[in-house]
């Protein structure tokens, strides 16, 4: 069966940078999109970003732009989401969710979750 | 930026009963392709969420047939036919039509 598992929680300073992992397996890592979306704490969903099957192609919204860098590893089915020049405000749980068909659709597949914690 | 409007913030409901769940968007959520990419998500209390509903009304492998999905242009509803204690948590819609994708604000689900 699909299964994303996300790397472990993070403290980390303001100005810092944090990098999450998601390993995916049970199904064909190559076929399918990787969403990010994270949620502060007592707070709604927030999408953040998107990479492509292969890894060529990421597409982030515009707040997150400059700041985020999605990437993936092929040999080892494992997307990576980066966030640097971290503030207080990104204190949050980041998901990672797979889809076979871009964006639209959202993930059907999500991992565990990775809280973040920003703080002096 | 597409805004999605959910309401109620927050719904009691009685086992048992009906619920409800409207989602506005700020934009016609009519795609040029002809679908319309609204989807519903569910987030039970300390879990990820999870899709119940893609394209307004398709519910996802594994989804009880209790809960559906209707609506068009910019005018959807998530309801529960019978509420069941699982199904406590909070629901969201998201669209996928525009660049950003953007989810709404959350309902949350709870038993009287």
């Known amino acids: 069966q699909v299964h994303l598992v996300q790397s472990g929680a993070e403290v980390k300073k303001p100005g810092a940078s944090v990098k999450v992992s998601c390993k995916a397996s049970g199904y064909t890592f190559t076929s399918y999109y990787m969403h990010w979306v994270r949620q502060a704490p007592g707070q709604g969903l927030e999408w953040m970003g998107i990479i492509n099957p292969s890894g060529d192609r990421t597409s982030y919204t515009q707040k997150f732009q400059g700041r985020v860098t999605m990437t993936r590893d092929t040999s080892t089915s494992t997307v990576y989401m980066e966030l640097s020049s971290l503030r207080s405000e990104d204190t949050a749980v980041y998901y990672c969710a797979r889809s076979r068909w871009g964006y639209s659709l959202g993930g059907d597949y999500w991992g565990q979750g990775t809280l973040v914690t920003v703080s002096s | 930026d597409v805004v999605m409007t959910q309401s109620p913030l927050s719904l009691p409901v009685t086992l048992g009963q009906p619920a409800s769940i409207s989602c506005r968007s700020s934009q016609s959520l009519l795609h040029s392709d002809g679908y319309t990419y609204l989807n519903w998500f569910q987030q039970r209390p300390g879990q990820s969420p999870r899709r119940l509903i893609y394209?307004?009304?398709n519910r996802d492998s594994g989804v009880p047939d209790r809960f559906s999905g209707s609506g068009s242009g910019t005018d959807f509803t998530l309801k529960i036919s019978r509420v069941e204690a699982e199904d406590v948590g909070v629901y969201y819609c998201?669209?996928?039509?525009?660049?950003?994708?953007?989810f709404g604000g959350g309902t949350k689900v709870e038993i009287k």
């Open positions: 998201m669209q996928g039509t525009h660049w950003p994708p953007a």
């Open positions: 394209k307004v009304s």
